[in-house]
């Protein structure tokens, strides 16, 4: 099938490519990308299907390293198939699946059931991240070998740390062995106890028991050190605080390999606009200081932040329905992620558009070894047309994904994913795109 896609602003930072171009794809390839007229001359008239997305973005599929599919083990929260369908929808075609499900994803065999599973029934390329040690127990390490053998990019621990440094560092070894990277989730155990939310005045007002910068940064500066020993890349996952930013900008200039990704909601969200007892503003880490906001936002156009990822993370109604005390950690993102991205960085001149698909896209790609992240000729079509013009606000009742905890609903953004192709086969397309 040959599909042309014409009068789109092609943005790919792979080529430097920034521009009004057509994008021929023919099957599951990126057949050519050239201006309108003798180009393309004639092969309007022979592709099977034409797509115009005048006065829209057109860019490498998005890509994101952070994702809780909740399969195997808690599928009444989300499946496979669903969060797959959640990831279309928000313009990714690759995503990363965390390993803590149940059973912990800490082998070959259950690294090999999900890739198969996801094969039959995602619609999008799912890769699956293996756990550090075994069951996530933090006493044995996991078969890291075995699951690198299956294709996975990655080890983490992800949901909580490795407190044991001597484990982790034997773990970080067999990952550098391997060619993996360890992505890390940042917390002190001991520095949270029972926290629920960021360390601030709001949060003594509201009574709730606190999680302070310490607990984040200690074991951002302690893994950093970890990983430089070992010589494995390290990726620092969700940074919420403006020392995390500092050290990790610290680390790449001391020529450290070390990559970091911030979510949607910390460069959105502070601590201050949690108004009410709302278990639909509580993540890990939590939301925090204004200060750490805009931290990150530098973070981010300077390049020492080098990815978006939505650490995605579905819970059912009942779960979300109680107090911050007893709900669990998380909010889902996938839909929302693109949206929240151009109005909060691009419109607000925080970003480039071009910014904007490095960090969610072709760094991304880098970041986990992929080919992918580009629109060159030969690549792979994995394409995301995203219509910068539209308005509208957040309606969580109307997410493909099980999981509607989010604190954006209702919220005013700018910018719709209008189509989104993986491997050449469209697989989202907006209502409203003819």
Known sequence: MKILIKNGHILDPATNTDGILDLLIEEDTI???????????????????????KDCYVMPGLIDLHVHLRDPGFTHKETIETGGLAAAKGGFTTICAMPNTNPVIDNRDRVGFVHRKAAVESVVNVLQIGAVTEGQNGEYVADIAGMAEEGIPAVSEDGK??????LYFKGMKQAAANGLRVFAHCEEKSLVGNGVMHKS????????????????????????????????????CHVSTAGGVKMVALAKKGNIKVTAEVCPHHFTLSVNDIKKDDPNFKMN????????????????????????????????????????????FGIVGLETAAALTYTELVDKKVLTPMQMV????????????????????GSIADVTIFDPRAE??????????????TPF???????LVRMTIVGGEIVYQDENFA
């Open 31 to 53: 057949k050519a990308v050239g201006t309108k007229g003798k180009e393309h001359k004639g092969t309007e008239v022979s592709a099977d299907r034409v797509i115009d997305a």
């Open 201 to 236: 005045q709001r949060a003594k007002e509201m009574g709730l028991p606190e999680i302070s910068h310490a607990a984040e940064d200690v074991i951002v500066a302690r893994d950093i050190l970890l990983a430089k020993e070992a010589g494995v890349p390290l990726h620092i």
């Open 285 to 328: 880490p939590p939301l925090r200081d204004p200060e750490d906001v805009e931290a990150l936002k530098k973070g981010l156009a300077e390049g020492i932040i080098d990815a978006i990822a939505t650490d995605h993370a579905p819970h059912t109604m009942q779960e979300k329905g109680v107090s911050m005390m007893g709900a669990p």
């Open 161 to 166: 740390s490795v407190m044991d440094a001597k």
């Open 409 to 415: 609903h209702g919220r005013k953004v700018k910018g």
């Open 358 to 377: 490095e960090k969610m896209s072709y760094n991304p790609a880098k970041i986990i070894g992929s080919s992918k992240g580009t629109l060159a000729p």
């Open 392 to 405: 509208y606000r957040i309606d969580a009742s109307k997410f493909v994904s099980m999981g509607r905890n």
